[in-house]
């Protein structure tokens, strides 16, 4: 399903229990798309290496076309909180994270992607995905991980 380029997207929501990242524009769902996630899914990151998604209000900060996968747009974790809790646990929280599409030179089919948690802690779409995604996101725009 194909959204016109003309929709404004608003915010990004992503449910981690349903495997779904959801385009908003104005509380309505413009474009829904299933995602991979980090292997260890259940609960907030906290620290580098723990193979989670973080949960929590960020921002799309800068989009990166050179990269091991293929297009991605990098998520402003950590924020202070973040940062503020790993370090109470003496611990480096990270920071490489983002939605991106199949690793580079990836053979297998796109439903791939999909099918299991696969990620250091990144949001996986597939490549086709991912263009349509960076077609109708902007720089700056919000995004709500939800547990």
């Not at 259940?42 to 990166?64: A, C, N, S």
């Not at 920071?95 to 791939?112: A, C, M, T, V, W």
């Amino acid at each position: 399903m194909s959204v016109p380029s003309a929709v404004s997207v608003n915010k990004v929501t992503v449910d981690k229990s349903k495997r779904r990242l959801y385009l908003m524009n104005n509380d309505q769902v413009v474009r829904e798309f299933r995602i991979a996630l980090g292997k260890r899914p259940v609960g907030h990151k906290v620290y580098e290496g723990d193979q989670r998604t973080p949960e929590g209000i960020y921002k799309l900060e800068f989009v990166m076309e050179d990269s091991q996968f293929y297009r991605s747009i990098h998520i402003s974790y950590p924020n202070e909180q973040d940062v503020a809790f790993a370090q109470r646990l003496n611990l480096n929280p990270g920071g490489d994270i983002k939605i991106h599409g199949q690793k580079n030179g990836e053979l297998r089919p796109s439903k791939f992607v999909q099918s299991f948690d696969w990620t250091d802690g990144c949001i996986a779409l597939t490549n086709e995905e991912m263009d349509e995604l960076l077609s109708l996101v902007k720089v700056g725009t919000p995004i709500e991980i939800l547990p």
